[in-house]
């Protein structure tokens, strides 16, 4: 059985963002990816989390499906803690890396390539406060 992780990124702020969109994608993702046969996992970053549960979580997936909202043109910051931590007690425990890539017999090797994850799949799906009409119009500044 294919297995995959689900990870909610929403961070709650009252009277302006309450999650119900990401919620609501990751529930379509989901139904979709038990459908298609996989074993779910699902991480909500804002009700908490253990580090080493995590790292447990990505080496065991075959896929890593990012559910985010985007403040200020980037995730919200409990997302990048979230990966701080997780990330970096993976490569401490030597368990998602070995290094770089890049060894001194040979320091041509790609930086970058060290990672132990191969072969994983990842997408990530955002959810934006922007109207559609905002995204492919070669007027609007920001997109």
């Known amino acids: 059985m294919k297995k995959a992780l ?17 919620k609501a994608m990751l529930d379509l993702i989901r139904e979709g990816m038990e459908k298609r ?3 779910v996992q699902k991480t909500d970053i804002e009700q908490g989390y253990d580090v080493d549960s995590e790292v447990q979580k ?15 043109f980037g995730t919200p910051w409990i997302y990048k803690k979230y990966v ?4 970096t007690a993976g490569m401490i425990q030597g ?11 040979d320091p041509t090797r790609q930086y970058g390539s ?3 994850m191969h072969g994983k799949k990842y997408m990530i799906s955002l959810t934006w406060n922007a109207p559609k ?4 119009n070669a007027d609007q500044l920001l997109f």
């Open 6 to 22: 689900l990870i909610n990124a929403h961070q709650f702020y009252e009277g302006i963002s309450s999650g119900s969109l990401n």
């Open 37 to 39: 046969g996989y074993e």
């Open 58 to 72: 990505h080496l065991w997936a075959d896929i890593i499906i990012l559910q985010s909202p985007v403040y200020w």
């Open 84 to 87: 701080d931590e997780v990330f």
């Open 95 to 105: 368990s998602f890396l070995d290094g770089d890539g890049r060894t001194r017999k």
């Open 114 to 116: 060290g990672g132990k």
């Open 133 to 136: 009409e905002a995204f492919g």
